[in-house]
């Protein structure tokens, strides 16, 4: 009975070419919606909160991108992940080596993220200046802005910013994060002004 079934299937005929391309595509159909599924999940807080529940998740939960007067929320994907396909599928391989490390211990207690934060945290803004802010910009833009119903010091600091072709992350880092330990740092990034970022 087996064999019978193989030799029909494997028979070069019209049923059998079609019964191939039918479970092809039958088995892509599958494929790309479990693909698709994963790869959703992998995009939530919940999946974040898994390795980051001790550590960012909180001050995240703490931020105006988690809880403020309009109830628009930032999800961990939307600041971490580009939205055009080929940055998204790059940074989730990238991505891909920060789990192996999670679970290979080098990052896995708080102690040990917090020691990590600096290069942690300069590694993402260095990733987000090279792409001008991408994500950041998916929201929020210069060009979309009302100056005249921002703060005083906000509209300068926006405009001085585009006149001299800053970025986002440039000024607004730790929006959302707890900014690691940057004493002693030299990056044009000051202790002072880490503060200011903080009010």
Request: glycine share 6%.
């Amino acid at each position: 009975m087996i064999k019978k079934f193989w030799r029909w299937f494997r028979t070069p005929s019209r049923i059998a070419v079609g019964t191939l391309l039918t479970l092809a595509f039958i088995a892509g159909i599958v494929f790309w919606g479990g693909f698709n599924t994963a790869l959703e999940y992998t995009n939530t807080e919940e999946f974040c909160s898994d390795c980051h529940m001790n550590d960012v998740v909180p001050e995240y939960r703490m931020s105006v991108h988690y809880n403020n007067r309009s109830g628009v929320k930032a999800d961990c994907a939307d600041c971490h992940l580009p939205h055009d396909f080929v940055g998204k599928w790059t940074r989730k391989i990238v991505a891909s080596r920060e789990v192996y490390a999670h679970i290979m211990g080098h990052v896995d207690t708080k102690e040990k993220f917090e020691a990590a934060r600096l290069e942690m945290a300069q590694r993402e803004w260095a990733r987000m200046k090279a792409n001008d802010s991408a994500e950041c910009r998916y929201c929020h833009n210069f060009n979309d802005m009302d100056y005249t119903q921002q703060k005083t010091v906000a509209e300068k600091m926006h405009r001085l910013a585009q006149e001299e072709g800053k970025t986002c992350i440039d000024c607004h880092k730790g929006i959302a994060h707890q900014l690691p330990n940057m004493h002693g740092v030299k990056s044009g990034f000051t202790q002072s002004e880490s503060k200011d970022e903080k009010k």
